[in-house]
């Protein structure tokens, strides 16, 4: 492969979601003469902005006939897979998205790898997720590192669906297709659609006064711009050194902050402040989740707060960056208070209101 970026060919998958469309900013961004082309079966979105200069084809991962016919067209040196579900909230402690859970996030990265062997790419980049680890809800993490294994079972669909594909990604990783996995924790910035707007949705329903648990457990929560860097440091070295071949990484911010402390400063961000607050103990939440769940079931309606809600809201949950750092060279560009600034002015914009003078 030669090591002249203007002639290698970059193929994004998912490359219009929110993580894909980072990675193919940053990668212009540091690389502008690449050829990137994007794969989804969604077309570009104004949300997830994408620059002019990219090509898109329209692709279903899961169809493999139509993953060969791209790549055989594209013929790409590098492969970043981001393509992918992730359960939305009213969805991610249930099973009930299983099968396509399962069909999209592992037939859909076998049947990637599978062209990536048979079409000759060098580089196969693998977007995981630290779930693989955390959707095993039974344990706290606190700053666990790549050495802890990944749950096939005792976890949610999402985990148990990455962790199996990732196992398939590095297995593959050979001299002659180099594989790696990131692992992004939590994320916002431009188009998260997941955790800010759900937060920024407690303040009309008047659930901010209420502190699940003490309120102390730290999280990771990671810029997307972040994870998009983390990418093409990871292009660089398997089309380089490929120190990182075979290899998985937890990548985040590397500020844990505690999950109330993130709340606090959003809402503050759309200037509020919880009236009052009050701690509810993590079992009385719990078992006011299951009543929650059974009225819901009962009336056919969706309902935010449940067992699976308590419990990640009263989490630990947080990385050590060292193996990213002394590999790949990765350290936050975006750090804690500016994403978390970012992330609420776009998310403002997008829903046409304006924050507070003072905040800004």
């Known amino acids: 492969m030669s090591d002249d970026w203007a002639s290698r060919k970059v193929l994004v998958t998912g490359g219009t979601g929110f993580v894909g469309a980072a990675i193919v900013r940053a990668l212009l961004e540091k690389h502008p003469t690449c050829a990137i082309t994007v794969i989804d079966r969604r077309p570009p979105r104004p949300q997830h902005d994408l620059p002019d200069n990219i090509e898109y084809l329209q692709v279903d991962v899961t169809w493999a006939a139509e993953v060969n016919e791209a790549l055989e067209a594209i013929r790409p040196d590098v492969i970043i897979h ?9 969805h991610r402690f249930g099973r009930e998205l299983e099968q396509e859970v399962w069909k999209i996030n592992v037939v859909g990265t076998q049947n990637m790898l599978d062209a990536a062997v048979q079409f000759g790419a060098g580089v196969f980049i693998y977007t995981s997720s630290c779930c693989v680890v955390i959707d095993d809800m039974r344990l706290p993490y606190r700053n666990i590192d790549e050495s802890w294994p990944t749950s096939s079972t005792n976890s949610l669909i999402y985990g148990e669906s990455k962790a199996t594909a990732e196992a398939l990604v590095l297995k593959a990783s050979s001299d002659k297709l180099a594989t790696c996995a990131l692992r992004p924790s939590v994320l ?8 800010v707007p759900a937060i920024h949705a407690c303040i009309a329903k008047f659930e901010t006064p209420w502190i699940l648990g003490d309120g102390q457990n730290l999280w990771d929560v990671t810029h997307v711009s972040n994870i998009a860097d983390a990418h093409v440091l990871a292009v660089e070295n398997l089309v380089g050194s490929r120190t990182a071949a075979g290899e998985a990484f937890f990548i985040q911010n590397n500020e844990p902050i505690t999950f109330r402390d993130f709340c606090r ?8 402040t919880p009236p009052f607050e009050v701690h509810i103990p993590e079992s009385v939440a719990y ?18 707060l449940c067992r699976g809600s308590v419990r990640d809201a009263c989490a630990v949950r947080y990385a050590s960056g060292r193996k990213a750092k002394e590999i790949l060279g990765y350290e936050a560009r975006i750090g804690m208070e500016e994403a978390i600034r970012l992330s609420c002015e776009e998310y403002a914009h997008r829903i046409g209101t304006k924050l507070p003078a003072q905040v800004l």
């Open 82 to 90: 981001t393509a992918g579900i992730v359960p939305d909230l009213a």
């Open 265 to 272: 400063t959003i809402w503050a961000h759309f200037g509020h």
């Open 188 to 195: 916002c910035g431009p188009g998260d659609y997941q955790l």
């Open 287 to 304: 078992y006011a989740g299951w009543i929650c769940e059974w009225t819901s079931w009962l009336t056919g309606t969706t309902t935010t």
